[in-house]
Structures are given as structure tokens and as C-alpha cells.
């Protein structure tokens, strides 16, 4: 097996020669630079990862001290509050009450994920809640009080909220007003257009049709028959399965370092543990609802875009630093006004999963509450608020805390007071976290 | 794109005849006048110091070569043909790279994705990470640049091989001329080593260079001829043999008889009378 050795990780060890392949050695048929007549001492950077597992452990080693902690604080954060709540009542570690989180961290789970593309950039957006909001009324007054075609409804809807993202990306990328002022500007603005919109009676109710019909609580994947949620989790595992192993051949033939086959099928195994256990769980209940299955969909299509596209990279070369992304010839405006779009955008799909769990588009779609808890749910899956490290699952980690903090809260019977100091906890847990990861990330020069 | 690796540079001019050509350009900023006629001549294989006093107009000059302002008189000529550049984007499209003192890389990226930032290989609409890789690796190869992986973020590199992978980045879009501004200004003394050898791998791959330096070690080193500014205009244009480097301080301060003129003879003539 041949050594990665462009895998930053491992041991530090300078007495482990790269297999095949030393950077330092200069490439045949080149003259040596003259400095490289004395063999520089090797630098300690310089990391390749030992065989077998020893390499792994010292590689996790390495990057917690690094400040490297990727998804460890939200999954270990999950355990722990699961365990709490367990102890606090035997009904929580239940498949009724899994089934339960799952369904109500779609609307949120969406709005943070707009959020994701916003905290890339090192921004804010401080109006999805309000978009959410806006969004579900413009639907309603649509489709129930002008009687339109339920779909047509709902991409006017979805058409609203981009242009309304749009503008306000607009208003911060080419006037140059803070993003931070922009968006809670329509915080405010958009919540007032939803009152209006709404009328005197505040609440329109909605037909079970279209998007409603799927985002709603008795709308489950295959009519929720058990094979349904083993396929999703079966298309889950070969996909990521057969991307993992065709990249690696990819590599291998081109000759670039690839990961070993051991990873790629330990990570699968995973995977597949994962999966089918989620599957098993939301089967004993009523199995995987809707809603659910067009988030991860929209979470899978949106890590693609964000990893795999030129688009994406600019979004994290904009997020890195701007002055270089401008000069590389990317227009910093574009992307800003796309990605504030995309908040938008998804603000608006959130604000219609919202109200189809109520069925009914109200005064309460707005609700502040709702944009803090999409905020907390990206920052604590591990989105940096300083722009440009996060991943689009950060979303769907974090909203899992949430809505596992909420189903446990709501299950004792505690009010909204004590409900919103622990999310508020946890948030500030979150921040602190990413602050001082990204302390210790730059003390070891990997910021 | 012709490879940046192993691509072809047949210079398409008659023997002598410049790449880049400067004549009589002339540049304000209100009352300033920051450009004064200046000449400039950089021909392929030529590493050309472009030196000054602070405030001499060696940014502005290389910022309208760059695009990122626009000159008010004069012309600017490629390969013989006049040419207008007004957006950074014409002066790339022409195959003028310019890097920058203050390094423009993403520091969250990986080497890979700086050095192809804003020109990424892609297959069927996505980034072909492999081709990138494989090409990046290559380039590192070919200019002697060690780095310990392509795929650690540029934060995590020294300065000088962050100033490196600046100049390599350049080299993607398959220049023609590279203008390397203050490249080694914040570096160590191996760091610099390292930069001016990649200068004169640059020239050898028949590159026309323009180097702007304040440190006449390093122009005495790599630099073919080395083009004074003084406020704002040519003070003299001298190739490197055969000139001392108190010439080419008398052109940059204006006066033979200035502070370091005086403290050279202090420190090799004979001492005089009242310091003994």
C-alpha cells in the first residue's frame, strides 16, 4: 500500500520516509537548487500519516490539538444530551419521540442551511426567520384566497424569496451597507409585509396540497412502508460507497495519492451502521417522514455544489479573503448577491415546511425565536462564524441538537423561560467552541 | 491554455524586440502627478529591477501594467502592438501576471485550489480535482518548490513558501511577463534564497520579469538590468555587469553625494581626521 502522502495527518515523525514519493528530494532531471545541497531540516509540518491504525489515532490526536475538531463537540454535545433526557425520562429514548425530532427539525433544519452559505462568506442574515415567515403567507394568500394552482403557488413563493435574498445581497454587496444592518432591516421590514399580507384575521389555514401535502405530518416516504426507509438508507450507503471507491481509482490512475481501500470501506461500514439504524428506528415508528427526505436531498445537493463546483470554491475563496478572490478574477458581488439568494431561497422553503406542520400560515411563522435556532443550529454543527470553513451537514447536526434539546424540553413539561435559557446555553457553547478552535487552530499555524 | 509545465514559450518577436514596452506614459491623481513620461522596456528572458525611492512611482507604474489603474498619456505596447488596459482582466488576457506584496491566497483553501483559484479545471461542469492535483504537483516539481502537501491549507505554510506558491499561482495562466512586487520583502534569509531562485527559474523558462525590490542585494543578484524610477520619471535604465551599485543608489537618491554614498567611504576610505 502506498503511503497518501498529501494527507496532512499522521505522526510527525521525521524518521518515516515517504513511501514512493519525498517532497523533499528534488524531481529527476532538475538541478538541485543550491540550497537543497544541504538536506533542510524536515519540517515539522511536514506530516504523513503512519500504516494502519496506529496512524489514524495519532492523526485524531494531532488534530484535536490542532484545534481540528470538525463534528467531534456537536456529536459528543448530542450524546450527552440524549443521555440527560434519558435519564430524565424513559419515553425520550423512544422511536415515537426519534420519528418526532426528526419531522420538526425540517423547517429550521432548511433555514439554517441557507445559513450555511451566509456564514461561508463570514456574514449574516438576520432575516431568514422573517423571510420564513413572509413566505408562508405569501402562499397562503395565493393558493387559498386567489385559489391558484397549489405548485405555481409554491415557486412564486420560492421565487419571492430568493428575489427578496437577492436584493438584500444587492443592497450589501454593491451599495456596501453592512450585511449585518441589511438584513435586520428586513428582519423588521418583511415581518411587517407578512402582518399586512395576512389581514386582520392573522391566521390563513392551508389545503394539504403540493409541497403542503408532502411537507406535512402524515406524508411519509412510500406511505411510510418499511421497505421505504431501507432503500433510502441502501441509495445512502452505495452512493457514498461507490463515490468513495470511483474517486479512488480516479486517483490511482492518475497518480495522485488516494485514500487506502481499508478507509474508504471502514468509513462505509459507517455509514451503512448509521443509515440502517436511523431506518430501523423510524420504521418501529411510522417511518421516514417526507419532509425529511427532501432536506437530506436539498443537504446532499448542496454539499455537492459547495465541495465539487467552481461555485463553490468561490464561495470559499470569498469567505477566505476577499482581496484574493478579486484579484483571481472572481466577482465578489455576484457571489454575494447569489449566496444571499440562496439564504433567501431556502428561508422561504423553511417558512412553508414551517406552516405545514401547522397547516396553517399564522402570525407566529416570524417568530424571532426561529431565527436564533437556525442561527445556533449552523454555528453548532460547526460552521465558523469567521467565513470560510464549515460543510452544508453542519446544518443537520446542528439542528439534531436543537430539536433533541426542544423534544426533551417539551417532554418534561418545561416552559418557554427555561427552553430558551438552555438554547441560549448551548449557542454560547457553540460560539466559544468555534472561537477557540480557531485560537488554537492559528497558534498552530493552521488557521 | 498551453500547459504552464511543459508549454511552449517561442517568443513570436524579432530578435531584441521587447514583450512589454513602455512609451512615455504619464499618470495623475489630482494634483499629483505620479507618472512623468516614463520608458520602460521588458524583453523575455530579461529579469528587469524596477528600483526607487519610496514614493518614486514603482507601484503606480506597475499597477497600470496590471491594469488596476489607467494611464493618462502615453502607450503601452505587446509585442510591438499597441495595446489598451484598463481592467486587471485585460492585462491577464494579454499574459501579464502580477503578484502581489501582500499575497493574495485564500488562506482556507488547500495549495491546490489557490493556485487554480479563479481558473479551476473542470469536468462535465464539476472541478476535476485530480487534474488539478496532478498539475499542480507537476509545477511545484518543475520550479524546485517544497512544500510538505498540496492539500494543507496555504495558512499553514511559512512565508516564504506561502510567497512561493503566490508566484507559482502566477505561472497557471501561462504568462508571458511576471511581476513580482516586493517578493521577498518580509522574508528570511533562506526564504529570500528560495524566491530568487524561483526568479531566475522564472527567467530561464524565458519569461520577461519585472522585479521591484528595495534590497539592491537581490537586484544585484538575479536582476539583467535594472530600470530607475525617481519621482516619476526614468532615471536611468543600466544593465547590472558592469555597473556598481553606487551608481545605480547615485540614480535612485539623485546626488552622488548622498547618506549612503558618505557612509560607504567611511566605512572603506581612510578615516578622516577627527574621527581617529
Redesign the interface.
Known amino acids: 500500500m502506498s503511503t497518501p502522502?498529501?494527507?496532512?495527518s499522521g505522526s510527525p515523525d521525521p524518521s518515516d520516509p515517504l513511501s514512493g514519493f519525498n517532497?523533499?528530494e528534488?524531481?529527476p532531471g532538475?538541478d538541485?537548487?543550491?540550497?537543497?545541497a544541504i538536506a533542510?531540516p524536515v519540517?515539522p509540518?511536514?506530516?504523513v500519516r503512519q500504516e494502519g491504525l496506529r496512524g489514524y489515532v495519532d492523526e485524531f490526536k494531532r488534530k484535536v490539538r490542532g484545534g481540528e475538531l470538525g463534528s467531534l463537540p456537536v456529536v459528543i454535545g448530542l450524546i450527552i444530551i440524549w443521555l440527560i433526557f434519558s435519564l430524565q425520562n424513559s419515553q425520550y429514548f423512544s422511536a415515537a419521540n426519534a420519528e418526532f425530532i426528526v419531522y420538526y427539525m425540517v423547517g429550521l433544519g432548511m433555514l439554517a442551511t441557507g445559513l450555511v452559505f451566509v456564514l461561508l462568506l463570514g456574514e449574516i442574515d438576520l432575516s431568514v426567520g422573517s423571510v420564513s415567515g413572509l413566505a408562508a403567507a405569501i402562499y397562503a394568500v395565493l393558493s387559498v384566497e386567489h385559489n391558484w394552482n397549489a405548485w405555481l403557488a409554491v415557486i412564486v413563493t420560492l421565487l419571492a424569496g430568493a428575489a427578496i435574498g437577492g436584493t438584500q445581497g444587492w443592497i450589501f454587496a454593491k451599495i456596501g451597507v453592512p450585511a449585518f444592518v441589511v438584513t435586520l432591516a428586513g428582519f423588521l421590514a418583511w415581518q411587517g409585509v407578512m402582518l399586512w399580507l395576512l389581514g386582520s384575521t392573522g391566521t390563513i389555514n392551508l389545503e394539504p396540497k403540493a409541497l403542503n401535502a408532502l411537507f406535512s405530518g402524515n406524508s411519509y416516504f412510500l406511505g411510510g412502508d418499511i421497505a421505504g426507509a431501507y432503500i433510502l438508507a441502501g441509495i445512502a450507503v452505495v452512493g457514498f460507497g461507490a463515490s468513495g471507491f470511483l474517486?479512488q481509482r480516479?486517483?490511482k490512475a492518475?497518480?495522485?495519492p488516494a485514500r487506502p481501500t481499508g478507509e474508504l470501506v471502514a468509513r462505509t461500514v459507517v455509514l451503512a451502521i448509521g443509515a440502517f439504524l436511523v431506518a430501523w428506528i423510524l420504521n418501529r415508528a411510522s417511518g421516514v417522514p417526507n419532509n425529511a427526505v427532501i432536506f437530506l436531498a436539498l443537504l446532499v445537493i448542496c454539499d455537492?455544489v459547495l465541495r465539487?463546483?467552481?461555485y463553490g470554491?468561490k464561495v470559499?475563496?470569498v469567505?477566505?479573503?476577499i482581496?484574493?478572490?478579486r484579484?483571481?478574477?472572481?466577482s465578489v458581488p455576484m457571489v454575494r448577491i447569489s449566496v444571499y439568494a440562496i439564504s433567501g431561497t431556502f428561508a422561504a422553503l423553511g417558512g412553508l415546511a414551517i406552516a405545514a406542520t401547522t397547516n396553517a400560515a399564522g402570525q407566529a411563522g416570524a417568530d424571532p425565536n426561529n431565527l436564533m435556532m437556525a442561527i445556533a443550529a449552523a454555528v453548532i454543527g460547526g460552521t465558523s462564524l469567521f467565513?470560510?470553513?464549515g460543510r452544508v451537514w453542519s446544518a443537520l447536526l446542528g439542528i439534531l441538537v436543537i430539536e433533541s434539546i426542544n423534544a426533551g424540553l417539551f417532554m418534561l413539561g418545561l416552559t418557554l423561560d427555561i427552553q430558551y435559557m438552555i438554547t441560549g446555553g448551548v449557542l454560547l457553547a457553540a460560539v466559544v467552541v468555534d472561537s477557540l478552535s480557531r485560537r488554537t487552530?492559528k497558534s498552530s499555524?493552521?488557521? | 491554455m498551453t500547459d504552464p509545465v511543459s508549454g511552449s514559450y517561442a517568443p513570436a518577436l524579432a530578435d531584441g524586440e521587447p514583450v512589454l514596452a513602455l512609451r512615455g506614459v504619464s499618470k495623475r491623481f489630482g494634483a499629483v502627478q505620479a507618472l512623468t513620461d516614463v520608458e520602460l522596456e521588458v524583453h523575455t528572458g530579461e529579469v528587469l529591477a524596477l528600483v526607487g525611492d519610496n514614493g518614486a512611482g514603482k507601484s503606480t507604474l506597475v499597477k497600470s501594467i496590471a491594469g488596476v489603474h489607467t494611464i493618462d498619456d502615453g502607450q503601452i505596447e505587446w509585442e510591438g502592438r499597441p495595446v489598451s488596459i484598463h481592467r486587471?482582466?485585460d492585462s491577464?488576457h494579454l499574459g501579464i501576471a502580477t503578484v502581489?506584496q501582500?499575497l493574495?491566497?485564500?488562506?482556507?483553501?488547500d495549495v491546490v485550489?489557490?493556485l487554480f483559484?479563479?481558473?479551476?479545471l473542470?469536468t462535465h461542469?464539476?472541478?476535476d480535482e485530480?487534474?488539478m492535483?496532478?498539475r499542480a504537483?507537476e509545477l511545484l516539481?518543475?520550479l524546485?518548490i517544497?512544500?510538505?502537501?498540496?492539500?494543507?491549507?496555504v495558512?499553514?505554510?511559512s512565508g516564504g513558501q506561502r510567497q512561493v506558491v503566490a508566484i507559482a499561482r502566477s505561472l497557471i495562466g501561462d504568462p508571458k511577463v511576471v511581476i513580482l512586487d516586493e517578493p521577498t520583502a518580509a522574508l528570511g534569509v533562506?526564504q529570500t534564497?528560495?524566491v530568487l531562485?524561483l526568479v531566475e527559474r522564472l527567467r530561464a523558462r524565458d519569461l520577461g520579469v519585472i522585479l521591484i525590490s528595495h534590497n539592491m542585494v537581490d537586484v544585484a543578484a538575479v536582476a539583467d538590468t535594472v530600470a530607475v524610477l525617481r519621482l516619476g520619471r526614468n532615471n536611468g535604465t543600466f544593465p547590472m555587469r558592469g555597473t556598481t551599485q553606487e551608481t545605480i543608489i547615485a540614480a535612485i537618491t539623485g546626488a552622488t553625494d548622498n547618506a549612503v554614498t558618505r557612509r560607504a567611504a567611511r566605512a572603506t576610505g581612510p578615516r578622516p581626521e577627527g574621527e581617529a
Do not use: C, H, W
Not at chain 1, 484579484?327 to 472572481?330: K, L, N, P, V, Y
Not at chain 2, 493574495?104 to 483553501?109: G, I
Not at chain 2, 517544497?146 to 491549507?153: A, C, G, L, M
Open positions: 502522502p498529501t494527507n496532512p517532497p523533499l528534488p524531481p532538475l538541485p537548487m543550491p540550497s537543497a533542510p519540517d509540518r511536514l506530516l474517486e480516479r486517483r492518475a497518480g495522485v455537492f465539487r463546483t467552481t470554491r470559499f475563496a469567505g477566505g479573503n482581496e484574493a478572490s484579484r483571481a478574477g472572481i467565513g470560510g470553513r487552530q499555524g493552521r488557521a | 486587471p482582466q491577464q502581489y501582500d493574495a491566497l485564500a488562506d482556507n483553501l485550489a489557490n483559484l479563479g481558473r479551476e473542470t461542469g464539476t472541478l485530480v487534474a492535483e496532478k504537483q516539481d518543475t524546485s517544497r512544500i510538505p502537501s498540496v492539500r494543507i491549507p495558512a499553514s505554510l533562506e534564497a528560495q531562485d
